[in-house]
């Protein structure tokens, strides 16, 4: 079974900084994108980063310059590091990626099951 398990998150202060990862384990033949979304009570789950395979990424315009995403193809994690954090940024930060586990044909979306992150002094 293909799963993702995220760790790290926490409570940090407005200006602090906190880095999340997730490690995609199972019977996995191959991983293309990985991504970072986040939801807070009441709103959409919105994008917050991706990395493609080959280290191409993609930001919510909201985190550029303040957020860093990479991932290590030999371990199937990503990773996530948020700087210079902001309250209205509180929210679960869910992993998402694009699978395929062995013995398929095709890829499938998988998430996990979330972490908190919370900025509050």
């Known amino acids: 079974q293909v799963q993702l398990v995220e760790s790290g998150g926490g409570l940090v202060q407005p200006g602090g900084s906190l880095s999340v990862s997730c490690a995609a384990s199972?019977?996995?033949?191959?991983?293309?994108?990985m991504g970072w979304y986040r939801q807070a009570p009441g709103k959409q789950r919105e994008l917050v980063a991706v990395v493609m395979r080959d280290g191409g990424t993609k930001y919510a315009d909201s985190v550029k310059g303040r957020f860093t995403i990479s991932r290590d193809n030999a371990k199937n994690t990503v990773y996530l590091q948020m700087n210079c954090l902001k309250p209205e940024e509180t929210s679960g930060y869910y992993c998402?990626?694009?699978?395929?586990?062995?013995?398929?044909?095709?890829?499938?979306?998988?998430w996990g099951q979330g972490t908190q992150v919370t900025v509050s002094s």
């Open positions: 199972g019977s996995i033949f191959s991983i293309n994108a």
């Open positions: 998402n990626a694009d699978m395929r586990p062995l013995g398929m044909i095709s890829n499938s979306n998988y």
